[in-house]
Structures are given as structure tokens and as C-alpha cells.
């Protein structure tokens, strides 16, 4: 046995740089060395390791000291500090804008108009959380000495235009609706217009935004632009279907190809319109020319410009359509209604087409119980028909319901038709014969040829009058 005095002469303990770790060996080889656990557990603390011995080896060392002969040993571990997380921004969107990634549908097959990419956000909504950091945990060293570690490094906000803080700045929220984008410095933003600096084609994919939509090229066929502010079309509008709350601006025309919508929670103001369908709230106006297409405005369809033809289709207004010219040399038909919204003109259109074969389904309805009945007068209806004459009644009840609400529906609709006092079809130069004009539920058809005249409904017929 080697007294305790003389375990230095025979041992030594060494550290790693960062002292996690302790390290014994023989400096001084003796194959009778001899000592208890306590004796090393004695040296252990003399040369101050005091934290993290690892007494199974201190046994193993003390019963077999020839095993560790030759090299060192990990006579004690520390713990290794562990550092603090940084504090972070949590988006609840998407923060890559360059995703252009085409939709997956349900079924598997892919839609290269429909892209993943705008971040539209609604006023209040939440758009960022801010997550605090994490302090941290400091290690231990062998030698009973605390090892620092490093804290967590607070994350900021870098508040943009158009968002809002809660009142402990955790929170941001969007000021406005709008597209949510990043400016210099990762700052976010609410901006209530996307612009599109090019057409609206393969590249940009539908578009559906909730503020104010500019195109600085054309629209393609096909595509669809959404927008519950305002759209703006530098170039034109291809087949294409655009929907807006606000209004619609296109400098370019309308070429329609007798597909697409272009329809405005307000007004629409474009230079042309060519086999188009176009739609509006309010009113819609064209500087040059309306050809061989459906309008529909709740007020106005002004065609007054240069140019300011209408010719071919039909042009429905809620009260006035005004136009330089109506109709061509060719007798084209052009029909002009005003003096009832539109939506209730082919309301009323769509109704009288229902009640047609409503009545023809009576018709049959009638005929096939009046057979079933004089059977059952006769005595002779078979078992297997009594179920059918059942449902046959019912069905002659829910006809007679039906047509009554669609006849009262039809009935309200004509007065309203009635109501067409401030109803104008205004012609600035000329109209040509193979017009129709309808004021409210009155027709007029145009023969010849009429220069600078004005149609308005008076005591149940159309007349026409010279512009002052």
C-alpha cells in the first residue's frame, strides 16, 4: 500500500482547457502500486477536483491500478453550460415572396394559373408574435467552479408602414387590408396596392388581393384578377375575368372573345370593349367604341367620346345611355334597355323561361293524375299505382305553389318596369335603323336613319326628340 503522502510522487491529475473534464495517470510506474477509493477520493480533492468524480472508475483504479498503467484516465466530468436561445419573430405568413410554386388541387392534378405567393391580411389580424429568448443553463467545471453561459439574444420588431403593436410590443398587428411586404432592413409592411410590373400571364398566376390591384401590362386569357379595392390595367384585358368591389380602369380596350367578365362594385372606365362581357354597379364609360357585346351598368353607360359607337349586343343601363352613334349602315342589330336595373330585366327574363316549362310540366302533371283518377273512380287502379297518384298530387301542389310565387315575382318586377320617368337613350350624332331601344317594358324598334335625337318613355310609348 502507498501511504496517501506518497500518491503525489506517483499520480498526477491534469485538466482540459475548458476544466470539464479531469484527467489521472502515472507519471511514475511502480507494478506494486497500491491504494483504497479513499485515498484517491483524499488525492482527488488535494488536487481540486470536486465536482463530477466518477467513482466506478475511482473503483476499477483502485482494485486493478495495473490496467491504467500506461496512459490517463477521465477521472471526473463537469457539465458542459448550456446557452440561451435567441429570441425570434413568429410570422403567420409566408414569408417567402418568390414562391411561385403552381396549386396542388384535391384531386391530385395541378393548376399553373392558380400560384401560392400573395400574403393578404385583413385590418387587426395577426401577422407577427414575438417569442422572448431563453436564458440559458451555466455548467460546472471539475474543480467546482461555475462556467458561464451565453444568453439568448432579444429579438425586435422593425415596424414598417400600416401595423400596430399591443401595448407590451409582443404583438403586431395589420393597420389596413393589404399585402404584407418587406422594405430596407427587413422591416414589414401593410401596403393596400400590389402592382404588377409586367402582364398578368403564367409567371404571375390568378391574382386575389384584398386592396387595390395595378397592372402595368395586359391581362391574358384565362386569367383571373380578384380585388376588393380597385383594379388598374395599364394595357388591356384578353378573355380574361376581372372582379373588383371598387372600380375598374383599363387603358387599353376589351377584347373579350366572347368569354370573361370584367365587372366593378362601382364604375368601369376603359376605351374599348370588343365581344366582351362587362358589368358595373354604377356606370360604365368608353371613350371609343362598344362592339358586339353584353353591358350591364346600374346607372349609366356613357359612349360619348371621339368616336362613341355602339354596335351590335346589348347595352342595359338602370337610367341613361348616351352614345354618338348607335348601330351602322349595315342594319346590325343593337339593342339599347334602359329604365330598370339590369339584373332585374334578366331577372324577369330568366322567370318567364321557368314559368314556361313549369307550365308544361303541370301540362303533363295534369293529364297523367286525370288518367290515375279515372281509374280510381272506375275502380280499376291497379295497387301498384295508388303510391303514384300520391305523389303525383303532391306534385301538382308544389307546381301550383311555385307558380304563383314566380307569377307574384313577375308582377312586381313589371312595376318596377313602369317606374322608367328619368330613363333616356341620348343619341349625340346619329342611329342607325336595325336599333332597338326598350324603356322599362316598352320597345321601340328603329327603321331609319335619326340624327341627334333623345327616346324617352311617356304615357305608355317611346318618343323621340331632338336634342336641345
Known amino acids: 500500500m502507498v501511504v496517501q503522502s506518497a500518491l503525489s510522487e506517483y499520480l498526477s491529475i491534469s485538466f482540459s482547457e475548458d476544466k470539464e473534464i479531469a484527467y489521472l495517470e502515472f507519471y511514475q510506474r511502480d507494478e506494486g502500486f497500491a491504494c483504497s477509493v479513499e485515498e484517491l477520493g483524499v488525492f482527488l480533492q488535494r488536487n481540486k477536483v470536486l465536482y463530477g468524480v466518477q467513482w466506478d472508475i475511482v473503483q476499477r483504479f483502485a482494485d486493478h491500478p495495473e490496467e491504467y498503467i500506461s496512459g490517463k484516465v477521465p477521472i471526473a466530468l463537469g457539465k ?7 429570441g425570434q419573430i413568429l410570422l403567420t405568413f409566408t414569408k417567402d415572396d418568390n414562391d411561385h410554386r403552381p396549386m396542388e388541387k384535391e384531386d391530385g392534378k395541378v393548376d399553373f394559373k392558380e400560384l401560392i405567393r400573395l400574403s393578404n391580411v385583413r385590418k387587426g389580424q395577426l401577422i407577427a408574435t414575438l417569442i422572448p429568448p431563453e436564458p ?42 393589404g399585402l404584407i411586404s418587406y422594405t430596407d432592413k427587413g422591416k414589414i409592411n401593410v401596403f393596400p396596392v400590389y402592382e404588377v410590373q409586367g ?22 386569357s384565362g386569367f383571373t384578377v380578384k380585388s376588393e379595392g380597385d383594379i388598374r390595367v395599364s394595357g388591356g384585358v384578353e378573355g380574361a375575368e376581372l372582379f373588383a368591389k371598387g372600380s375598374i380602369e383599363i387603358n387599353g380596350g376589351i377584347i373579350g372573345y366572347n368569354k370573361g367578365l370584367v365587372s366593378a362594385g362601382t364604375n368601369v372606365k376603359v376605351s374599348f370593349i370588343q365581344d366582351g362581357n362587362v358589368t358595373a354597379a354604377e356606370d360604365i364609360i368608353v371613350s371609343q367604341s362598344i362592339m358586339h357585346s353584353n353591358i350591364r351598368a346600374g346607372k349609366n353607360v ?3 367620346g371621339s368616336k362613341g ?38 331577372e324577369i327574363n330568366d322567370l318567364r323561361q321557368q314559368l314556361r316549362l313549369l307550365l308544361d310540366n303541370a301540362d303533363k302533371t295534369k293529364k297523367a293524375l286525370y288518367l290515375l283518377n279515372q281509374l280510381a273512380i272506375n275502380g280499376s287502379l291497379p295497387p301498384d299505382k295508388v303510391a303514384l297518384r300520391i305523389k303525383l298530387n303532391a306534385t301538382q301542389q308544389s307546381q301550383q305553389r311555385e307558380e304563383a310565387h314566380i307569377k307574384e315575382r313577375i308582377l312586381e318586377i313589371e312595376r ?3 317606374d322608367t320617368d328619368s330613363a333616356r337613350v341620348e343619341v349625340v350624332k346619329t342611329i342607325y335603323g336595325g336599333s332597338k331601344i326598350v324603356i322599362g317594358r316598352y320597345t321601340r324598334f328603329i327603321k331609319d336613319t335619326a340624327e341627334r335625337v333623345t327616346f324617352y318613355y311617356s304615357e305608355g310609348d317611346i318618343y323621340m326628340a331632338p336634342n336641345v
Not at 455548467?139 to 467546482?144: A, E, I, N, R, W
Not at 453561459?149 to 398587428?173: E, I, P, Q, S
Not at 403564367?202 to 401590362?217: K, L, P
Open 302 to 304: 356613357l359612349c360619348n
Open 80 to 86: 458542459a453550460p448550456v446557452n440561451g436561445t435567441d
Open 199 to 220: 402582364d398578368v400571364d403564367y409567371n404571375t398566376g390568378n391574382i386575389d388581393f384584398v386592396g387595390t390591384v395595378v397592372i402595368r401590362g395586359n391581362v391574358l
Open 309 to 346: 359607337l355602339i354596335v351590335g349586343g346589348t347595352v342595359q343601363a338602370g337610367e341613361k345611355v348616351v352614345a354618338r352613334t348607335i348601330g351602322n349602315t349595315m342594319s346590325t342589330a343593337t339593342a339599347i334597355e334602359v329604365g330598370v336595373l339590369p339584373e332585374l330585366r334578366n
Open 136 to 177: 440559458g443553463q451555466p455548467g460546472m467545471s471539475v474543480t467546482g467552479d461555475p462556467i458561464p453561459c451565453k444568453a439568448g439574444k432579444a429579438a425586435h420588431f422593425k415596424v414598417g408602414k400600416n401595423v400596430l403593436l399591443n401595448d407590451d410590443g409582443t404583438l403586431m398587428y395589420a393597420a389596413i387590408d
Open 416 to 418: 318596377m318596369l313602369e
